[in-house]
């Protein structure tokens, strides 16, 4: 069974930065795409930075040239580098696989973390 525990989020103001964490286990990590996806509040879930196994990136346009995706295979952890954040940023963050896991016939997802930035 795979489990993915975020970290890292909390209370910044705009054009402050928070780095995030993910840990995953339970799933062979290095070979998988991994991505941080985010939801707003009244809004579908999003993905905004996705790394391969071999470490291209690829960011969403509201995010490109602030964020800053990366993974570390030996630790089995993904990380979310956030600079220069927004109001709009102000989200529920979590990482998962791209596409996202299954498991129970349902898509699994960690219980994300918080990111909230004032203005």
């Known amino acids: 069974q795979v489990r993915l525990v975020e970290s890292g989020g909390g209370l910044v103001q705009a054009g402050g930065a928070l780095r995030l964490s993910c840990a995953v286990s339970?799933?062979?990590?290095?070979?998988?795409?991994m991505g941080w996806y985010r939801q707003a509040p009244g809004k579908q879930r999003e993905l905004v930075a996705r790394?391969?196994?071999?470490?291209?990136?690829l960011y969403a346009d509201s995010v490109k040239a602030r964020f800053t995706i990366s993974r570390d295979n030996a630790k089995n952890t993904v990380s979310l580098q956030m600079n220069s954040l927004k109001p709009e940023d102000t989200a529920v963050y979590y990482c998962?696989?791209?596409?996202?896991?299954?498991?129970?016939?349902?898509?699994?997802w960690g219980q994300g973390t918080q990111v909230t930035v004032s203005s």
């Open positions: 339970g799933s062979i990590f290095s070979i998988n795409t």
């Open positions: 998962n696989r791209v596409p996202e896991w299954v498991q129970g016939g349902r898509l699994y």
């Open positions: 790394i391969t196994s071999g470490g291209s990136t």
